[in-house]
């Protein structure tokens, strides 16, 4: 892709973001009309909201690009090698409940891999992008994972599925990290897990149960700001296998250690690749 228009296709994401975050910041601490996708999984009016503007925006200005969001998805009218890939509103349970952490996401995928990300946190006007190979900048200002280096000294982050099956090996995950790491954190907000990794303020995250959209965008800023990622065995990261591991990279190896000692199974198949 010609780099003006990608740098075009950077400021139209990175404008559609503020817009929509600024849907949810004008929505936040109102009533909701609030809907349940599953037992605990639920969506509210402003998801749509921002979802509808979102595709809008990228409707009109990129009509031949596929378009990937957790409310719903556009296919071209032609097979496209671009694809965008939208969270409208990741961590809709904390915005439901009045929590301010949850963020905008927005990428875009050039034949499978994550070449622009954009992760914008309205309630903190923290607008964290990335572009392959260019770095990752919170507000214009360059950003760089930490230097920690020893599990002790780290802090962690992850988050729980929804289904109830998978949580209680997510929780022997967590409890065997629980005496080896100065803290664990659960944000809400997979896209902003990634990003706090991106700007050193969190070592290392795991999950599996996410989907695309949670962590298109944060995955390709952790990778941009000097960081690894990865799935849960240390093979090659898909977004598309639903379970991710992010770090500085130098925690990587001690990480991988801990979690390998609770095997999952097997992984579904996968489509997506960050990055050969």
């Keep these: 892709m010609d780099a003006t228009i990608l740098d075009e296709y950077a400021r139209h994401a990175e404008e559609t973001a503020r817009e929509a975050g600024a849907i949810l910041r004008d929505r936040f601490g109102q009533p909701h009309e609030i809907r349940f996708k599953g037992a605990i999984d639920l969506v ?27 409310e719903g998805s556009l296919g071209a009218a032609l097979p496209s090698t671009y694809r965008w890939v939208v969270d409208p509103l990741d961590g809709t349970t904390n915005f439901a409940h009045g929590l301010p952490t949850f963020a905008v996401s927005i990428a875009l995928e050039a034949s499978g891999i994550p070449v622009i990300g954009v992760v914008y946190d309205p309630m903190r006007d923290e607008l964290f992008t990335a572009r392959r190979g260019q770095g990752a900048f919170l507000n214009g200002v360059p950003i760089r994972v930490s230097n920690t280096d020893a599990l002790i000294s780290s802090i962690l982050v992850t988050g729980f599925s929804y289904d109830f ?11 065997d990290f629980l005496t080896r790491v100065q803290a664990i954190r659960q944000t809400g907000s997979a896209a902003l897990n990634l990003c706090y990794i991106a700007a050193g303020r969190l070592d290392g995250y795991w999950e599996r149960g996410i989907q695309p959209w949670d962590v298109a ?26 379970e991710i591991l992010a770090s ?21 198949p996968a489509t997506i690749q960050l990055g050969a």
């Design 44 to 70: 509210t009016d402003a998801d749509r909201a921002a979802e509808d503007l979102i595709a809008r925006r990228l409707r009109e200005a990129c009509p031949d690009h596929e378009l990937l969001c957790e």
């Design 165 to 175: 099956a998978r949580r209680a090996h997510q929780a022997e995950i967590w409890r």
């Design 217 to 242: 965008a944060g995955a390709l800023m952790v990778v941009e700001a000097g960081g690894t990622v990865s799935d849960l065995a240390g093979g090659v990261y898909r977004s598309d296998d639903r």
């Design 248 to 268: 500085n990279g130098s925690l990587h190896d001690q990480l991988l250690a801990v979690i390998g000692r609770h095997p999952f199974g097997d992984a579904p």
